[in-house]
């Protein structure tokens, strides 16, 4: 069983900055990538970013340059530091990690973020 515990959202005005935080308990193989989907309103669940076990990440395009994501793996901890935000990354951020070996995803309970004046 694995649990995935966010945490860091909240509200915040454009321009500002936050870090999310995600920590993975329970059976965890050592080779998987973690990573943060969000999901706006109306919308649907998009990639944010990635990171694997080895450190290679993944950025949707509409983050890269302003979020920087990294990991603790002693920890089983990912973190998304998120800088410039912007009206349009308002949403419900959601933790994932990502089994290579059995394809299996597993999703933290989202933690929301609201980029609003």
């Known amino acids: 069983q694995v649990q995935l515990v966010e945490s860091g959202g909240g509200l915040v005005q454009p321009g500002g900055s936050l870090r999310l935080s995600c920590a993975a308990s329970g059976s965890i193989f050592s080779i998987n990538a973690m990573g943060w989907y969000r999901q706006a309103p109306g919308k649907q669940r998009e990639l944010v970013a990635s990171?694997?076990?080895?450190?290679?990440?993944n950025y949707v395009g509409s983050v890269k340059g302003r979020f920087t994501i990294s990991r603790d793996n002693a920890k089983n901890t990912v973190y998304l530091q998120m800088n410039s935000l912007k009206p349009e990354d308002t949403a419900v951020y959601y933790c994932?990690?990502?089994?290579?070996?059995?394809?299996?995803?597993?999703w933290g309970k989202g933690t929301l973020v609201t980029v609003s004046s």
């Open positions: 990171i694997t076990t080895g450190g290679i990440t």
């Open positions: 994932n990690l990502h089994y290579y070996i059995n394809d299996m995803n597993y």
